[in-house]
């Protein structure tokens, strides 16, 4: 039997076909073409499937079901996308209309919460049953997975751990509150923060980095100016991963879950993020005086594909 | 089939037999005299729940198992108490100890953990199967029910809620951290808000209420000082509840439970807390444009009840 995964994004579809032992066997890759109508962005999606199950051979009978992760919030029981952000749906029968094409038990899943599963089922996190998968881009997103499944909480919108508050009277954060774990430790809160001290201090190196041009900043140009020995990118870059590591410390203490998988671009920097975190960690969270096993925080491992191991998996079900 | 619950606090030890409805057929309650050796505290818990067996008839075969709620981390397996604040308690094989007077299965969790599973199965969350209590008191204590069991995590220590920061920079921690929620909405936090207030305003209701003896503020002068029309008691009590509003909604973005159990001293201002906390709860939590049912905040039912009737059971075992 194989698996179909599905992650749809604002700029590309992704889609990869799954063996019983969670391999990808082929993947490949569509524009979204975001404007355009979900009836056509869904008919691609389901091209897309077709197109690699030609390509390998197995026929629509040796599949089990599809899974699809997108960008927003879904009515898992209808297969209806309520509401996304980076493309234009609005209440779309997903499930119904990837039918016309591949008349397949088909499964919607939030895209953070598909990653956390796809880390869970054969990544980073693939060894224990909990964890924690926090995606560091935009956003924070965030995925819990308890007993091999998705944590979704009694009306399925649980998870958004961006969104628990580190500074009352800090930075606004797009949820409406202020001073969210988002607003200080995503990438683009850093590259906001980036920015600013380029601003502030025009000698840094991570001015000089992108010629004075603040717009080439990215969540890597403090990185690479404190490897270059740049006093403000070092700070820069400590004063983030402090901020990141309050919020996995908060985690820690609610959830103590085996382990903690660190994922987006910004994860690829590895240790320079991860030793310092299980510093922070080690120190901030909470162990009474039992000698008790503590949390593991360790880098992503499937990148991209998390999306789509996950969306295949998505028949698994959910833990409320 | 009875069921006995001990709650085995630093004052007294309290004790009830259950019936299968889960209502207290009897309890009762002695001194722990908390500066004496474990056995002698073990053999009054015993005795009282021996006591309370031969009032009420019921005979030690019809007893399904004892659980015993301890403020402090238990090694649940072994039945063995590592470690409690308020009593001198190290490595005491609580278990072992209890089955040399009563020869029955012997359970041990966190009293925290059990005053949420007992509002959990008996008390204000009793028809839901997902909940979180909060125990506003010294600390704030946490019980994260999933599934009606204790969550507690891979190692055992989950749920400590009191724990999560909620200002980065703000009041130190008895943890260790800086702007602990319990450091900002437990009892304690309160009344130190409230001397603060007292001295700073000396003209204020909350002073005079206790004749200028900061010594006798409590939890409950500031609330009275607000219903007698004081603006200094006013801004305390609003300022607390923003912060138990806080902590709440980042539990709410993180959990979306079907209720949170507000329990402890301070919930017995009832709609005074309640009714603001469900505002801020509202505007402050995420749901996304999706229109899906909000978790309920609502008082705690069992009053000190609730440690007794989650001891007793235990036996359901928990949740990982």
Chains 1, 2 share one sequence.
Not at 28 to 50: C, E, F, Q, W
Not at 67 to 79: A, K, L, W, Y
Not at 207 to 220: F, M, P, R, S
Not at 254 to 278: N, Y
Request: hydrophobic share 40%.
């Amino acid at each position: 039997m194989y698996y179909v995964g599905i992650d749809l994004g604002g700029t590309n579809i992704a889609a990869g076909i799954l063996d019983e032992s969670l391999k990808i066997v082929k993947k490949g890759s569509v524009p979204t073409g975001n404007t355009r109508h979900y009836s056509d962005i869904i008919k691609d999606m389901a091209m897309l499937v077709i197109q690699l199950l030609k390509e390998t051979g197995i026929s629509k009978n040796e599949v089990d079901s599809i899974g699809i992760g997108c960008p927003g919030t879904c009515d898992r029981e209808n297969g209806v996308l309520l509401y996304t952000n980076n493309i234009k749906f609005d209440d779309v029968p997903m499930r119904l209309e990837m039918q016309k094409y591949l008349p397949l038990q088909v499964y919607l899943e939030n895209d953070a919460n598909c990653a956390a599963l796809g880390e869970s089922m054969a990544g980073a996190a693939r060894d224990v049953s909990d964890s924690i998968t926090i995606t560091l881009g935009t956003g924070i997103g965030g995925g819990i997975i308890l007993n091999n499944k998705i944590y979704i909480g009694f009306n399925g919108m649980a998870g958004e751990i961006g969104h628990i508050v580190l500074n009352k009277q800090g930075e606004s954060c797009t949820c409406g509150r202020k001073g969210c774990w988002e607003a200080y430790a995503s990438a683009t809160a850093l590259i906001k923060q980036t920015r600013n001290a380029a601003q502030k201090y025009p000698e840094s190196l991570v001015n000089t980095l992108v010629n004075g041009n603040l717009n080439k900043i990215d969540a890597k140009t403090a990185f690479d100016a404190m490897r270059q020995g740049d006093s403000i990118g070092t700070s820069i870059v400590n004063e983030y991963i402090a901020y990141l590591g309050e919020g996995v410390s908060d985690l820690i203490n609610i959830f103590q879950p085996s382990r903690i998988v660190i994922g987006g671009g910004i994860s690829k920097e590895g240790d320079t993020i991860l030793v310092p975190l299980r510093e922070i960690a080690r120190k901030s969270t909470y162990f009474g005086e039992g000698d008790v096993p503590h949390t593991q925080i360790v880098g992503a491992e499937l990148g991209n594909d998390a999306g789509i191991v996950g969306a295949a998996m998505l028949w698994r079900g959910q833990q409320v």
